[in-house]
């Protein structure tokens, strides 16, 4: 790819909005039920993308370090209840397999099951903003996990 300018920047553009939705399809597909406002999210995170680029070429980066490095920032930007229920089960995946047996508790099917009933749990470790709020948050979500996943198995 070459420099982002006005002749290529629909082109690059629409990359990017391919990149961006291919990704959320494989990682966060919960948020693909937004309907209108998931593509017009893609969009905008397609636009930022294009406009860090720009940024980076005129601070002097190569053109495709440029695009990869911004790609992945607004990848890595990307956040969904799906994911966070994952990375959570991820960095709890001992203590959950201890409490409850299952070792599997991250696969896809698991995580999908467990999002609606964890919902609210997930969403208050999300939007917690001091670190007592966040902690209390966290604890009581792996208690839920794990009722949950007891009462599944």
């Known amino acids: 790819m070459t420099s982002i300018n006005e002749n290529n920047f629909e082109a690059e553009n629409g990359y990017f909005q391919n990149r961006i939705r291919s990704y959320i399809q494989q990682y966060h597909p919960d948020l693909l039920d937004k309907g209108d406002d998931f593509e017009e999210k893609i969009k905008a995170w397609s636009e930022d993308t294009v406009d860090h680029v720009l940024t980076l070429e005129k601070e002097g980066f ?41 070792s599997d508790a991250s696969d896809r099917e698991v995580l999908l099951k467990l999002l609606p009933l964890v919902q609210t749990e997930i969403e208050t470790v999300e939007f917690s903003t001091n670190p007592s709020d966040i902690s209390d948050a966290k604890a009581h979500l792996l208690r839920k996990i794990s009722l949950t996943l007891l009462q599944r198995n």
Do not use: V
């Open 62 to 102: 190569q053109s495709t370090e440029a695009i990869e490095q911004s790609l992945a920032r607004t990848l890595e930007s990307i956040s969904s209840p799906i994911g966070t229920l994952r990375d959570f089960i991820i960095e709890n995946e001992d203590t959950i397999q201890q409490l409850t047996g299952i």
